[in-house]
T-cell receptor, first 111, second 114 residues
């Protein structure tokens, strides 16, 4: 299966703390994307990192990609209660045309 | 743009009935995707279109499922006859430049088949 795996499955932190989620995949990729899903809503695209990039930033988000280890991490700094959601990594694998989504990490940020 | 619009938001139907889910993609997006989300299987790609043409329907679980895109601003996913195991949240997403950029998802249709 091409499906990526997020780790941990669930994460509970306090407001102001940093949250780190990881994604591992099995075969080479063209790009890797992170999405957020609030309860009862659709997925929202957060950030995309290409296979030749190692790190990207967007506001409080930092994404790293290590193609040698076939893994990525999403760091949310200074978390807020509004960051409570599920976070998914999605990979575009070489030779494929569509994204494959992992099963997500559920993040709970308590006030 | 109002984003990707799906209807209905919720659908409860009896086993054996026909169900039609609707999607309006973002204007200018040339790719449209239908996904199904369940706790057990996560997000599964059912079918996708490019310029209104179905490209890959290998994810459609059975012949009971069909999808159409008669024009650039409208797509339907139909289940006939529906079964309880079809209960899930169905998402439509659209994109420009296929998977080289992010997908924009609709809010989904929660389908319950009783």
């Amino acid at each position: 299966s091409q499906q990526g795996e997020e780790d941990p499955q669930a994460l509970s932190i306090q407001e102001g703390e940093n949250a780190t989620m990881n994604c591992s995949y099995k075969t080479s990729i063209n790009n890797l994307q992170w999405y957020r899903q609030n309860s009862g809503r659709g997925l929202v695209h957060l950030i995309l990192i290409r296979s030749n990039e190692r790190e990207k930033h967007s506001g409080r988000l930092r994404v790293t990609l290590d193609t040698s280890k076939k893994s990525s991490s999403l760091l949310i700094t200074a978390s807020r209660a509004a960051d409570t959601a599920s976070y998914f990594c999605a990979t575009l694998h070489s030779g494929y045309s569509t994204l494959t989504f992992g099963k997500g990490t559920m993040l709970l940020v308590s006030p | 743009d109002a984003g990707v619009i799906q209807s209905p938001r919720h659908e409860v139907t009896e086993m054996g009935q026909e169900v039609t889910l609707r999607c309006k993609p973002i204007s200018g997006h040339d790719y449209l995707f239908w996904y199904r989300q369940t706790m057990m299987r996560g997000l599964e790609l059912l079918i996708y279109f490019n310029n209104n043409v179905p490209i890959d329907d290998s994810g459609m679980p059975e012949d009971r499922f069909s999808a159409k895109m008669p024009n650039a601003s409208f797509s339907t996913l139909k289940i006939q006859p529906s079964e309880p195991r079809d209960s899930a949240v169905y998402f439509c997403a659209s994109s420009f430049r296929q998977s080289l950029d992010g997908y924009t998802f609709g809010s989904g249709t929660r389908l319950t088949v009783v």
